[in-house]
């Protein structure tokens, strides 16, 4: 049974960190695309970023450049998301995404709020 659970939200200040993780199972975790999504209430589901299967490539949303960093431990079937210098605007849900050809895999989601 495939299964991804992220972790790691929060309530936060602007400014501040927080680090989101999100563990699989039930697929091949290594030959997997990673991905972050996010949505804020009222919008539509966007791509925060994205890490290749072997964790040499990554690209990221332009709102989150330099501020977001995407990783991930193939030995522990783990992808991360260290959020830095955290706005107002990052408020959302956020969800893990596998995905390699056909497949395409979601995880619950989990709430970071940032607000003071």
């Known amino acids: 049974q495939v299964q991804l659970v992220e972790s790691g939200g929060g309530l936060v200040q602007p400014g501040g960190s927080l680090r989101l993780s999100c563990a699989a199972s039930?697929?091949?975790?290594?030959?997997?695309?990673m991905r972050w999504y996010r949505q804020a209430p009222g919008k539509e589901r966007e791509l925060v970023a994205h890490?290749?299967?072997?964790?040499?490539?990554?690209d990221y949303a332009d709102s989150v450049k330099g501020r977001f960093t995407i990783s991930r431990d193939n030995a522990k079937n783990t992808v991360y998301l260290q959020m830095n210098s955290l706005k107002s605007e990052d408020t959302a849900v956020y969800y893990c995404?596998?995905?390699?050809?056909?497949?395409?895999?979601w995880g619950q989601g989990t709430q970071v709020t940032v607000s003071s």
């Open positions: 995404n596998a995905i390699r050809n056909r497949n395409n895999y």
């Open positions: 890490i290749s299967s072997g964790g040499g490539s990554t």
């Open positions: 039930g697929f091949i975790f290594s030959i997997y695309h």
